[in-house]
Nanobody
């Protein structure tokens, strides 16, 4: 069974920083793309950032220049460094990964349970 577990969320003042982590575990053979999404109350889930296995990154327009996505393939882990946080960044942040399951011999998209990020003004 494949699991993704996020950590690092919390409460921070505007202008502050947080670093989120998402670690994959279980029967992971390899992970292709990994990404962070977020969902604020009453809003649709949106892509924050994504990264390929080779390290190519993509960012949502609202976070460009402030957030940095990175990954450690050896640890099946993706990170999101968030700087210059704004109140509008408040949301539940979810990681997602395109995983090849070595036990079930299949590829699937998996999601973490989410971690709350709250930015106070």
């Amino acid at each position: 069974q494949v699991q993704l577990v996020e950590s690092g969320g919390g409460l921070v003042q505007a202008g502050g920083s947080l670093r989120l982590s998402c670690a994959g575990s279980g029967s992971i053979l390899s992970i292709n793309n990994m990404a962070w999404h977020r969902q604020a109350p009453g809003e649709q889930r949106e892509l924050v950032a994504a990264i390929t296995r080779g390290g190519t990154t993509t960012y949502g327009d609202s976070v460009k220049g402030r957030f940095t996505i990175s990954r450690d393939n050896g640890k099946n882990t993706v990170y999101l460094q968030m700087n210059s946080l704004k109140p509008e960044d408040t949301a539940v942040y979810y990681c997602a990964a395109d995983v090849i399951d070595g036990r079930l011999h299949r590829r699937g998209n998996y999601w973490g349970q989410g971690t709350q990020v709250t930015v106070s003004s």
